[in-house]
């Protein structure tokens, strides 16, 4: 009796023991190994149909330019048609997609340097504000943005003259830094005219000296030719008495300061269509005005886009024709039948850029009565 009941302690002993010694297991534990396809939030990737087409689009630019056709003795040359205008790009002719012949109303900032350094040249400078309000329509916008070593917007966007002269008063008790900046100025009012329609230009009156200019005069001119600013730029250089200061003192430095200044004036004028002017006198600054705003007034307005374009960042050169309808130069005659010579001025290039942007549509080069939509103010 005992043996047999040491024999069924022994098989409950057989039976409970794995229940007693095997430890708890966590539900998580009990799963199976995790594969290689469940590892992580990893996801395979989509299989790509055979049939698939891969399409990638560059965008060509409208390449927009405003072109002035005086003769030799700067007469505006009227009357002519599409046909009579040949574009290059890099020596190779475009196709021209649109022209716009005629006036139309000004869209233009004032860009006065305001530094009181030497009061003779900033009175003559804020003189010479005051008489290019004088050549301005009724139909036209204008805006005044003064400077130092910084850019100062005293009147945005208006038709009413009065504002700006004004403003103009405020400044004939001069106060701020005896330093500036004209690169930066510049290139300020270039990146606000973007967003600003209207047939756009700078005028900028001032001796073009740079103290501490953030931007190289690499920079400056780069951005000067971008293509989408397509602001014509007119100087009035004004340091003329800065000159006979340094002669008076025979400072050569600040002499030949003057010099560069007024080269790269020059420079950044010619690449967008316009002209710089140093009067020596304040006469003289009433009829450059009145060709200033004529010139404006008188431009041909010519679209295209280029044949080959590539997103490279680099500069391509662009060159305005006169043609016959054979092809041929054209011939220009006065009105006693004599040949004369012509001049162009038009935007010399344009930078392409190099990353994917989406590139706005210039507006429209008909005539009208257009407006500044938008402002330089943020």
Known sequence: MKERAWVVRLVCAAVLLPLIWVPAVSPQQQQPPPTEEKRGPIRPKPQKPEDETYVMRVEAPLVTLDVVVTDNHG?????????NFRILED?????????????APLTTVLLLETRPQFWRVYYDMLDAAYLFLNRLRDEDW?????????????????????????????LEFPAGFSEVNTFDALLDVLERLKD????????LVGTGLNSFSQHSWDETLRQVRDAETGVTVFALGMGWNWELLADYYDWTSLRMDIKVAEAQLAELCRQTGGHAYFPRFLGEIPGIYETIAAMLRNQYSLAYQPREFKRDGKFHKVKVELIAPDGSPLKVVDQKGKQVKVRLYHRQGYHSPKEEVSLRQPVSPAGGNRRATGGLAP
């Open 75 to 83: 007469n505006f040359i009227p009357g002519l048609q599409k046909a």
């Open 91 to 103: 020596g190779v002719e475009q196709a021209v997609t649109s022209f716009a012949p005629g006036e």
């Open 142 to 170: 204008i805006a005044l943005v003064g400077f130092d070593m910084r850019p100062r917007i005293l009147v945005d966007f208006t038709r009413n003259k009065n504002d700006v002269q004004e403003a103009l008063r405020t």
């Open 196 to 203: 600003v329609e209207g047939k756009r230009s700078i005028v």
